[in-house]
């Protein structure tokens, strides 16, 4: 593992180079997935989580990380600062979980993992509108809590619990 931090030269949007129905039909996967949770899905989890300010400063947040087998692709990460309104990210799953292994993402959202002060972390880079924010996470916590997502719904069967007739629904009325 190591502390260094993804490439940052690469301002440009994540768009940038794909497809434009590509992108409007992720889009639209991502909107028509956001059904009401019901039982089953996995247990929002707070997660014990850092803001890095400016080496070495970090300041904790309130997170929690929600997945929801209807939406299997992704997970909710909502960040809540103090007296700030509340962010939420989809964030794939696939990339937090390749993320504690290496280096992994581009663009908006980029992962590693990586040892603090002795301590095993996941390093999140958020990025939008010119704006970076870099998040630490408890590796260990992250892991667990991933891999209960996995017992709910096994990597490579995400595409059983989409409702497609949802989907394509969503991406007519468009």
Not at 14 to 28: C, E, T, Y
Request: aromatic share 6%.
């Amino acid at each position: 593992m190591t502390n260094e931090e993804p490439d940052r030269r690469n301002d440009e949007p994540a768009a940038s180079g794909v497809n434009p129905l590509a992108l409007r039909i992720h889009r639209v996967l991502r909107i028509s997935m956001r059904i009401p949770p019901t039982p089953g899905h996995a247990t929002p989890r707070a997660l014990h989580i850092y803001r890095l300010v400016e080496h070495p400063l970090r300041l904790p947040l309130n997170a929690e990380f929600r997945f929801d087998t209807t939406s299997p692709f992704t997970v909710a990460a909502t960040f809540k600062p103090n007296g700030e309104p509340q962010v939420t990210w989809d964030i794939s799953r696939e990339l937090l979980w390749s993320g504690l292994h290496g280096k992994t993402g581009a663009g908006d959202v980029q992962t590693w993992p990586t040892v603090v002060a002795g301590r095993h972390v996941l390093r999140l880079r958020l990025a939008a509108n010119g704006v970076t924010a870099v998040y630490e996470v408890d590796l260990d916590e992250l892991t667990m809590w991933l891999e209960k997502t996995c017992e709910l719904v096994p990597p490579g069967e995400e595409t059983l619990h989409v409702d497609w007739d949802a989907f394509a629904s969503e991406v007519h009325r468009r």
